[in-house]
């Protein structure tokens, strides 16, 4: 049917006109996002911008540098190596059997002392740490002998025991703490003796992170079946014992020592001194010799250290400031002796390949 001349198509169960259904379409919706009209940026690396950034890298990280190294080298930092000059009082140049063999035997005298000569004063708290050589913590075996459910207090799995291996169990009774870290806990000791003050007391409290004493360390947990305790029982014995009566958080030597190193060399921290050590001074250490790194070649050191700001002595920081610092400055003044050499305007196109001399046909000299 037609009226006016438009035509129209009738729904043929009655009723009127049809209605075609409109195809779904699958164009996304428009944002600026989806079509990428997100406001950019490019920036136009000029050479006047590329020279002005390198001296303005220059000039941030020269001075910090300079801050970092002097706040380094405020700290006064004594270092002792004893482990050949305890063992030289009592055997002088022992082979490796024989420095074994000592360090082994549970009834020689493993006394010694050595002398450390204050130079600078040092204020108070002055940190007492033991420095451990060769001595790889980081060793994958190592680091997953050891069960945290256990240290936390909590029901530990015969999987978890498991991870624990060789230092599992005694007798069929789960060692606690279990593991091989636990098993070598550090166990030489110092006694602090000054010229001026006499004996120094030392503080072995806060030595441990206040995170790991409360959330990964039971205040309620005892040791037991631990087999440095057991001297005479024929067990191996690895490294320090335990207090059977004093809970783990309460032992932060052992909390310090379950920190594992990241690297061979590292020192872990083993009490503070609280008065100050005046320049001058001598400070006699008296060492009880007991932890065996004889048997892999390791070196042993007591430290005495102040802090700065910045923590510990560490020049590294220091350095690589500088370093970059310098860099920058270098390659800013490379790049205006460049410029001013070999000026050129922004944007030339007579340094294209088809517009340079030689190739005025427009031949592609890339081909």
């Given at each position: 049917?037609?009226?006016?001349?438009?035509?129209?198509?009738?729904?043929?169960?009655?009723?009127?006109?049809?209605?075609?259904?409109?195809?779904?379409?699958?164009?996304?919706?428009?944002?600026?996002?989806?079509?990428?009209?997100?406001?950019?940026?490019?920036?136009?690396?000029?050479?006047?911008?590329?020279?002005?950034?390198?001296?303005?890298?220059?000039?941030?990280?020269?001075?910090?540098?300079?801050?970092?190294?002097?706040?380094?080298?405020?700290v006064v930092e004594i270092i002792s190596q004893y482990e050949t000059a305890c063992l030289d009082q009592y055997i002088p140049g022992a082979s490796k059997a024989q420095k074994v063999n000592y360090i082994q035997d549970i009834n020689t005298a493993k006394s010694c002392n050595v002398t450390m000569n204050i130079n600078k004063k040092m204020k108070q708290p002055v940190y007492i740490y033991y420095e451990l050589d060769n001595f790889f913590q980081n060793h994958r075996r190592y680091v997953k002998s050891?069960?945290?459910?256990?240290?936390?207090?909590?029901?530990?799995?015969?999987?978890?025991?498991?991870?624990?291996?060789?230092?599992?169990?005694?007798?069929?009774?789960?060692?606690?703490?279990?593991?091989?870290?636990?098993?070598?806990?550090?166990?030489?000791?110092?006694?602090?003796?000054?010229?001026?003050?006499?004996?120094?007391?030392?503080?072995?409290?806060?030595?441990?992170?206040?995170?790991?004493?409360?959330?990964?360390?039971?205040?309620?947990?005892?040791?037991?079946?631990?087999?440095?305790?057991?001297?005479?029982?024929?067990?191996?014995?690895?490294?320090g014992s335990l207090d059977p009566s004093s809970p783990l958080a309460l032992d932060e030597d052992l909390i310090v020592w379950m920190r594992t190193a990241a690297l061979p060399s590292f020192r872990k921290l083993w009490g503070k001194i609280e008065i100050d050590l005046e320049a001058g001074d001598t400070i006699t250490v008296d060492i009880t010799n007991l932890y065996n790194t004889y048997s892999f070649g390791g070196k042993k050191k007591v430290v005495l250290s102040t802090t700065s700001w910045l923590g510990g002595k560490n020049d590294f920081l220091g350095f690589a400031y500088l370093t970059i610092g310098c860099l920058c400055m270098l390659l800013a003044l490379l790049f205006f002796i460049v410029h001013w050499r070999n000026p050129r305007p922004l944007g030339d196109t007579s340094y294209?390949?088809?517009?340079?001399?030689?190739?005025?046909?427009?031949?592609?000299?890339?081909?």
């Amino acid at each position: 049917m037609s009226i006016n001349g438009a035509s129209t198509s009738e729904n043929p169960l009655g009723g009127g006109d049809s209605i075609i259904p409109k195809k779904q379409s699958r164009k996304p919706k428009y944002t600026k996002f989806t079509q990428q009209e997100l406001p950019a940026c490019k920036p136009l690396l000029t050479p006047a911008w590329v020279i002005g950034t390198f001296m303005l890298v220059g000039v941030i990280f020269i001075p910090i540098g300079l801050v970092t190294l002097l706040a380094s080298h405020s700290v006064v930092e004594i270092i002792s190596q004893y482990e050949t000059a305890c063992l030289d009082q009592y055997i002088p140049g022992a082979s490796k059997a024989q420095k074994v063999n000592y360090i082994q035997d549970i009834n020689t005298a493993k006394s010694c002392n050595v002398t450390m000569n204050i130079n600078k004063k040092m204020k108070q708290p002055v940190y007492i740490y033991y420095e451990l050589d060769n001595f790889f913590q980081n060793h994958r075996r190592y680091v997953k002998s050891r069960s945290d459910e256990q240290l936390r207090g909590g029901k530990v799995s015969s999987s978890d025991l498991d991870l624990c291996a060789p230092e599992a169990q005694v007798n069929n009774l789960p060692i606690v703490p279990c593991g091989l870290i636990a098993w070598s806990l550090f166990n030489d000791t110092y006694t602090f003796v000054s010229r001026s003050n006499g004996p120094l007391t030392v503080n072995k409290k806060g030595i441990a992170w206040n995170s790991d004493v409360k959330y990964k360390f039971s205040s309620t947990l005892l040791p037991s079946n631990f087999p440095n305790n057991n001297v005479s029982g024929g067990s191996t014995i690895g490294g320090g014992s335990l207090d059977p009566s004093s809970p783990l958080a309460l032992d932060e030597d052992l909390i310090v020592w379950m920190r594992t190193a990241a690297l061979p060399s590292f020192r872990k921290l083993w009490g503070k001194i609280e008065i100050d050590l005046e320049a001058g001074d001598t400070i006699t250490v008296d060492i009880t010799n007991l932890y065996n790194t004889y048997s892999f070649g390791g070196k042993k050191k007591v430290v005495l250290s102040t802090t700065s700001w910045l923590g510990g002595k560490n020049d590294f920081l220091g350095f690589a400031y500088l370093t970059i610092g310098c860099l920058c400055m270098l390659l800013a003044l490379l790049f205006f002796i460049v410029h001013w050499r070999n000026p050129r305007p922004l944007g030339d196109t007579s340094y294209l390949s088809w517009n340079k001399k030689g190739n005025a046909s427009g031949e592609n000299v890339l081909q």
